[in-house]
Each structure stands twice: as structure tokens, then as C-alpha cells.
């Protein structure tokens, strides 16, 4: 069998590690061959290949970043963008693809297998926000780079008696807020799932410099106030319908200044999150998920997703992956709260 491999939407620690699994055991169990697709979706789009084999794989476990390169191309968009796809493929003589992706790119799995393609998908995103997945690969890495930005925030805002924001990714679930925040011992931790209330905020802030620490506020990109709207950095939109986030760190810590009389100063820590060599935790779930999708290859599973269910690796429907997103509970947010202030 001839397996193309993608890798789309926003990159992420431990890519490289699915891809060596993959293609591990696809050669050495099963005698698979196998086709690296380039740039996501624009790859199988526009036919734009790169060799894949063992050597190709060599030495990429701890590399951040993905080999096959990465795109937000969704070809549902583009006019005959599926058509194209299904002859590009036949061109090359590829029998199944496996989709490495969040949200965006497992849709476009989804669609696709809908129509009758030969695909397997693999969760993969800092944000840990995909269903049918306990944990993403990539999650672990950047809640670790964001507790460790913490601890030293808080040695810094200690010596000036200032408030540090600290903003972190998380467009629609605050699961990296809620856990590095947990982790760095955060003050306030601010999530989309729960609208902020100002004077709250301000009431955390001040009770923590009555006790003589100097608060750490961990703000995911997509909170926001309550009657407030969403801070974004313009109005243009990506091709799956994303405006560009990121701004809310420096509005907070203008209000702060404003309610609270501190100086406040913000670190967004921004790509970051996302680049260099993924944390232990993450290369064995990435290399596990790799395995588990070569199988479901292997088993003609197709419109399946690997996924983590406790400690085990299972089988979901691309479907219930990509259905609703995987937000932070209230329960989970609300255990948090014990230590704010
Ligand atoms: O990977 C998901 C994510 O990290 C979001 O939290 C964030 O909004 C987005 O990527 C930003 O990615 P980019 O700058 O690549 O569009």
C-alpha cells in the first residue's frame, strides 16, 4: 500500500515524532510505502510531494516544527479544490492518507472521508481542545514553556511591585491558562470559557499585594471581560474563518493600571508555546498515536481518529472529533479558583 502523510494548520511539538512512528512501522511491519505531502492540505491540493522513507525519518524525534512542512490551506474552499485532490492522488498512486491536525484539518478529513477517501486521522494541537482525546500531543510542551515563563515572572514582579500578565495561546478553551496557570501559581487565571468580571479581577489583584506578593495573571488569547468583546489584531480572516488573536494581555494591564494604581506589564508568550523540542510526555504520545495510525491503516479504518482514553490508545470517528471542541468543564475551572487572590 501507497500512504501519503500531511501535517496542517498551526504546527506543534511531537509532529515529527508521529511521522517517524508512522513510517517505522508502516516500512518495517508492513511493508508499506509512503508519500510526504507538503504544507498540509495545499500538499495533496497541488501535488506537491517530498520522498518519505526511513532515512527521511532518521534523528527527527526530539526536532520540533514538522519535516513535511505545514499550511491553513483548506481545499474545500478552493473551486474543484476536492476534485483536484482525488486526481492528484490517483496520479500518484496513493491508496490512504493520514491527516495529522486539529480542528480544521481533521474537518476537511471528515469531509473527505464522507466523499469516500481513504483517511485516518491524528489529534494534534498545544490547545488540547479536539474531542475524542483525553490529551493532544503538543499540550504538555507548551503548558511546560508557560510555567516556566511564570516562575520567572514572578521573581521579576516581585522586586518591582508590579503586576505581570502573562498571555498565553488558547483561542476558544483555556486548557493551557488553566494548567500553566495551575502550575506557575497564577493569581488569576482567565479563560474563554468564563467571561472575566473586572472588579473581581482588580479585587484579586489588590488582595494579593495586601499579603506583599506581587500578583501573576495568566490570560488565554481568548478571554474576554464580561460585556466586553474580543480583542483581535485585525479583521481579516484565515481560510477556516480565524481572525488573528492576541491583545488582551496589553488591555488588561491598561485597566489594571487604571482600577488598581500598580504598574502592570505584560509577556505574550505567542509562537513560543509552539516551536522547539517537545517535552518526554509528548514524543511517547505522539510516537504511541503514530503506531496506533499505521494500524488503523493497516485495518482499513478509515474515518477514524486515534485518540488517548485514559492510558490507552482508542479508535474514535473522525466525526466525534471534529464535532464540538473540547472546553474547560466549570468543575475544572472552578478548583483553580481556590487560589486566586
Ligand atoms: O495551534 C492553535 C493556535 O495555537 C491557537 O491557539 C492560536 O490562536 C493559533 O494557533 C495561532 O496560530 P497562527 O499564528 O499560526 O495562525
Sequence with gaps: MRVGVLTGGGDCPGLNAVIRAVVRRGVADYGFEFVGFRDGWKGPLEGLTMDLDIDTVRGVLPRGGTI?????????????????????????????????????????????????????????????????????FGFDTAVT??????????????????????????????????????????????????????????????????TNYAPII?????????????????????????????????????????????????????????GGSPTAFDRVLATRFGLNAIESVKDRAWGTMVGLRGTDIVRVPLQEATGTLKTVPIERYREATAFFG
Excluded at 152 to 175: D, Y
Excluded at 221 to 229: M, R, V
Aim: glycine content about 12%; proline content about 3%.
Design 68 to 136: 513535511l512542512g505545514s499550511s491553513r490551506t483548506n481545499p474545500i474552499k478552493v473551486d474543484g479544490g476536492v476534485e483536484k485532490i482525488t486526481a492528484n492522488l490517483a496520479d500518484l498512486g496513493v491508496d490512504a492518507l493520514i491527516a495529522i491536525g486539529g480542528e480544521d484539518t481533521l474537518g476537511v478529513a471528515t469531509a473527505l472521508t464522507q466523499l469516500g477517501f481513504p483517511v485516518v486521522g491524528v489529534p494534534k494541537t498545544i490547545d488540547n481542545d479536539l474531542s475524542g482525546t483525553d490529551y493532544t
Design 145 to 210: 514553556i508557560a510555567t516556566e515563563a511564570m516562575d520567572r515572572l514572578h521573581t521579576t514582579a516581585e522586586s518591582h511591585h508590579r503586576i505581570l500578565i502573562c498571555e498565553v495561546m488558547g483561542r476558544h478553551a483555556g486548557w493551557i491558562a488553566l494548567h500553566s496557570g495551575m502550575a506557575g501559581g497564577a493569581n488569576a487565571i482567565l479563560i474563554p470559557e468564563v467571561p472575566f468580571d473586572m472588579d473581581e479581577v482588580v479585587g484579586w489583584v489588590n488582595s494579593r499585594f495586601e
Design 218 to 274: 495568566c490570560v488565554a488569547e481568548g478571554a474576554l471581560p464580561k460585556d466586553g468583546n474580543l480583542i483581535t489584531k485585525d479583521t481579516t480572516l484565515d481560510a477556516f474563518g480565524h481572525v488573528k488573536l492576541s491583545g488582551i494581555g496589553e488591555w488588561l494591564a491598561g485597566a489594571l493600571e487604571a482600577h488598581t494604581g500598580h504598574e502592570a506589564r505584560t509577556t505574550v508568550l505567542g509562537h513560543v508555546q509552539r
